[in-house]
């Protein structure tokens, strides 16, 4: 069965710091990954995706994801990070092999402090 | 452009009633989805419409069953309604040509069961 585990509650970092939000995943076949963030009282929000191609995946807002076959991870990380980047993240996967459902991690809080 | 809509975007129901939630999705996205938020479940994916066909499927009771219009409006329906089932509901429409992803929530429909 698939997972995704975001080993993180809880990351504080200072404004123009980069910043790094952790995920790991496990599927039986090849990944579709997902990130996702949840601003207060403003939604859920897509990221960015990565199906296949460059390691390195460019989504909104200046965040990037860079995927790791061997590690199994799809970390999310910010050259320089903004007091409005503090939300929730949530990174999710899903099987390409199979009909699969997504998968979420149980979201990574991220406090940056000015 | 008009976002997604949901409605209701809230509703309080009594355990033992069934709900139906409606979305709306952005003019030209022909793919639907339907998530759960709950502080103890964290975000879970209910199913994905593409079409007006059910793509992928979630781990839920067949308590909970959706469909999609030919003008992709898509709604989701509880039956027989249980305490646990009170939640934040999202809907997503997403457009993907080739490589290029794109996915917009609604603000949600806040279900509450008494």
């Known amino acids: 069965a698939q997972s995704v585990a975001q080993p993180e509650d809880q990351v504080n970092v200072a404004e123009g710091n980069p910043l790094t939000v952790k995920c790991t995943y496990s599927?039986?076949?090849?990944?579709?990954l997902f990130w996702y963030v949840q601003y207060p009282n403003r939604g859920l929000q897509f990221l960015l995706k990565?199906?296949?191609?460059?390691?390195l995946v460019k989504g909104s807002y200046g965040f990037e994801a860079e995927f790791n076959k061997s590690q199994t991870s799809f970390h999310l990380k910010k050259p320089s990070a903004l007091v409005s980047d503090s939300a929730l993240y949530f990174c999710?996967?899903?099987?390409?092999?199979?009909?699969?459902?997504?998968?979420f991690g149980k979201g990574t809080r991220l406090s940056v402090i000015a | 452009k008009a976002g997604v809509t949901q409605t209701p975007r809230y509703l309080i129901k009594t355990r033992g009633q069934q709900v139906t939630l409606s979305c709306s999705p952005i003019?030209?996205?022909?793919?639907v989805s339907w998530y759960q938020q709950t502080p103890g479940q964290g975000l879970q994916f209910l199913f994905e419409?593409?079409?007006?066909?059910?793509?992928n499927k979630g781990n839920f009771p067949g308590r909970f069953s959706g469909r999609q219009f030919s003008n992709s409006r898509s709604e989701m329906n509880v039956s027989t309604l249980e305490l646990g089932d009170s939640a934040l509901y999202l809907c997503?429409?997403?457009?993907?040509?080739?490589?290029?992803?794109?996915?917009?929530f609604g603000p949600g429909t806040r279900l509450t069961v008494t």
């Open positions: 990565y199906i296949t191609g460059d390691n």
């Open positions: 419409y593409f079409s007006e066909t059910q793509r």
């Open positions: 997503a429409s997403s457009l993907e040509v080739g490589l290029v992803y794109e996915q917009y």
């Open positions: 999710a996967v899903r099987d390409l092999s199979g009909n699969t459902p997504l998968v």
């Open positions: 003019s030209g996205h022909r793919s």
């Open positions: 599927v039986s076949g090849n990944p579709y």
